[in-house]
T-cell receptor
Framework: SQQGEEDPQALSIQEGENATMNCSYK?????LQWYRQNSGRGLVHLIL?????REKHSGRLRVTLDTSKKSSSLLITASRAADTASYFC???????????FGPGTSLSVIP | NAGVTQTPKFQVLKTGQSMTLQCAQD?????MSWYRQDPGMGLRLIHY?????ITDQGEVPNGYNVSRSTTEDFPLRLLSAAPSQTSVYFC???WGRGSSYEQYFGPGTRLTVT
């Protein structure tokens, strides 16, 4: 079973709209990370949020963390065609010494 | 800096053949890992290393071997390829182990076993 799972599995929006994807996890965590993967490429780290943080921003990205609901959301504002990619959340494995990736959300931004 | 490099980019093997996927990083990272990515399953950890001479198993280690003789290199060996090992393989490195550290990924090796 997955520690972290993204929702929705796929999302299609028009350029300029905001995109929101969610990650839910099962056991308590120290940190949660979001990564992006463009088609045919390796993953690229976007942002890390610690369990004692509620919100973080990086450019057009906003990440929130609700530890009471065991969930996180990634908001991309004013999306661009170049944001078309898969987005993965990564959380602690129960032993905290490894990282587990969710299956990802596939985002398509239509020009 | 080249970051994390992987070779080859593509490979086709017949069942039973063996091969080595190469991974190198030039960031002096202690922690390196190998993942496989299959549709709908995210990335699954195969093996990892916390430093030269130290390796350990991840979530799906069967059929794979690793070694870490230097900080820079972390090759993954397929001992006797099976169709179930058809996948995209990613090598990653980071300063340390666990979710406090950003992982840097290579571009991947797409492997097909027939």
């Amino acid at each position: 079973s997955q520690q972290g799972e993204e929702d929705p599995q796929a999302l299609s929006i028009q350029e300029g709209e905001n995109a929101t994807m969610n990650c839910s996890y099962k056991t308590s965590i120290n940190n949660l990370q979001w990564y992006r993967q463009n088609s045919g490429r390796g993953l690229v780290h976007l942002i890390l949020i610690r369990s004692n943080e509620r919100e973080k921003h990086s450019g057009r990205l906003r990440v929130t963390l609700d530890t009471s609901k065991k969930s996180s959301s990634l908001l991309i504002t004013a999306s661009r065609a170049a944001d078309t990619a898969s987005y993965f959340c990564a959380t602690d494995a129960p032993a905290y010494d490894k990282v587990i990736f969710g299956p990802g959300t596939s985002l398509s931004v239509i020009p | 800096n080249a970051g994390v490099t992987q070779t080859p980019k593509f490979q086709v093997l017949k069942t039973g053949q063996s091969m080595t996927l190469q991974c190198a990083q030039d960031m002096n990272h202690e922690y390196m890992s190998w993942y496989r990515q299959d549709p709908g399953m995210g990335l699954r950890l195969i093996h990892y290393s916390v430093g030269a001479g130290i390796t350990d198993q991840g979530e799906v280690p069967n059929g794979y071997n690793v070694s870490r003789s230097t900080t820079e290199d972390f090759p993954l060996r397929l001992l006797s390829a099976a169709p179930s090992q058809t996948s995209v393989y990613f090598c990653a490195s980071s300063w340390g182990r666990g979710s406090s550290y950003e992982q840097y990924f290579g571009p991947g090796t797409r492997l097909t076993v027939t």
